[in-house]
C-alpha cells in the first residue's frame, strides 16, 4: 500500500513539474524575476549563466538544445544580444524571443566619443543596453514578464500579475534604501567614473553624472595618450575615486592612482552576471555600498 501511495506521490510531482512553463534566460536577473514572477509555474533554465559573459556570449548547440520545449525565451534587447537573428532561426518560428527591455525607455550614448562606447561589439548602436541597472526598470520588466507568461499560461494569469506586483513592490523599496544610501554623499562629489558606458540608467535614476573611462578596464590596448587624457579627465572633473570592473588592467590602473593621488573603490557590478551579484538586489546592493563608501558617504 505504501508503494502504490508513493507511485502516486511521485506521479503527481511529475505531473506538476511537466505543468509547469518552461522559460529561458539570455542573462541572470531576466532568470530572476522570470523567477520571482512566475513562482512554482515556472521552469526558468539559465543559458547564460552567472560567470559569464554578456558582451561576447553565443549560445552553443547544447545551450539551443537546452531550450527546447520552451514557448518563451527572455531577452535583454537593446541590441545587446548581437546573435539574436541567428537563434531565431535555431529555434523555429513557434518559440517567441521576448526581448524585454524593448519597450523600456532608452538612454543614447554619446557616438561621437569612444569612451562612451559600451564595448567593441556594440559600438554600432547607440543605445546603452545596460537597462537593469534601474529599478523602476526593473519593475517594468516584471509586468512585461507576466504579460508574456500570462499569454501562453492564461490559466495562471492572476498568479503572474501578483507575482510582478510583489516583485515591483521589492524593487521601489531598494531603490528607497539606495536613495537614502546615496544622500549620504555631497551632490558635487557624485561622479561615477567606471571601465565602460554601464552605468547611464543607474546615474539617472540616482543622480549622479556618469563618467565612462577606457583606461581602467580590461583592455591592454590603451595608448599612452589616452591614459594621459584619462588622468586629465580625472583632474578637471575633480574625481574623488575610480570603480574599475572585475580583471581590470592593473598597469593602466596603478598610473591613473600615481599620477592623481584618486582613490579605487571596489569594483562594481556592472553587467549583472558576476556570480557574487547575479540578481538586480545583490548587484543595486553591492554597488551602492561599494560607491557610498568611496565617495565618502557620512
Given at each position: ?243 574599475p570592473e572585475d580583471q581590470a588592467n ?49
Open positions: 500500500m505504501k508503494t502504490f501511495a508513493s507511485i502516486l506521490l511521485l506521479l503527481g510531482l511529475s505531473m506538476s513539474a511537466q505543468a509547469a512553463v518552461k522559460v529561458a534566460s539570455l542573462h541572470p536577473i531576466l532568470a530572476d524575476v522570470a523567477r520571482q514572477v512566475g513562482g512554482a509555474n515556472v521552469e526558468v533554465v539559465e543559458v547564460l549563466k552567472a560567470g559569464g559573459d554578456v558582451h561576447h556570449f553565443e549560445p552553443s548547440a547544447r545551450d539551443i538544445a537546452a531550450m527546447r520545449g520552451a514557448p518563451l525565451i527572455l531577452a535583454c534587447g537593446k541590441h545587446l544580444e548581437t546573435y539574436l537573428d541567428k537563434l531565431r532561426d535555431s529555434v523555429g518560428s513557434g518559440v517567441k524571443i521576448v526581448e524585454v527591455g524593448k519597450p523600456i525607455p532608452s538612454l543614447l550614448l554619446d557616438p561621437s566619443n569612444e569612451i562612451f562606447v559600451c564595448c567593441p561589439a556594440h559600438a554600432k548602436s547607440s543605445i546603452d543596453p545596460h537597462w537593469w541597472h534601474s529599478a523602476e526598470n526593473m519593475k517594468r520588466a516584471a509586468r512585461i514578464i507576466a504579460d508574456e507568461l500570462s499569454a501562453v499560461d492564461p490559466a495562471n494569469g492572476a498568479a503572474y500579475e501578483a507575482g510582478a506586483k510583489a516583485a515591483g513592490v521589492k524593487f521601489m523599496q531598494l531603490k528607497s534604501w539606495a536613495q537614502k544610501e546615496i544622500a549620504r554623499i555631497p551632490r558635487s562629489d557624485r561622479k561615477l567614473v567606471t571601465a565602460h558606458a554601464a552605468f547611464g540608467y543607474f546615474c539617472k535614476e540616482y543622480g549622479f553624472k556618469t563618467i565612462p573611462m577606457l583606461g581602467i578596464g580590461r583592455s591592454d590596448d590603451i595608448s599612452a595618450q589616452y591614459i594621459a587624457q584619462t588622468i586629465q579627465a580625472i583632474r578637471d572633473n575633480k574625481i574623488k575615486a575610480v570603480f592593473p598597469k593602466v590602473l596603478t598610473e591613473i592612482v600615481r599620477s592623481t593621488g584618486v582613490k579605487t573603490g571596489q569594483a562594481l557590478v556592472a553587467d549583472g552576471t558576476s556570480v557574487h551579484a547575479h540578481t538586480f538586489e545583490a548587484m543595486l546592493t553591492h554597488n551602492v555600498r561599494a560607491i557610498v563608501a568611496a565617495l565618502g558617504g557620512q
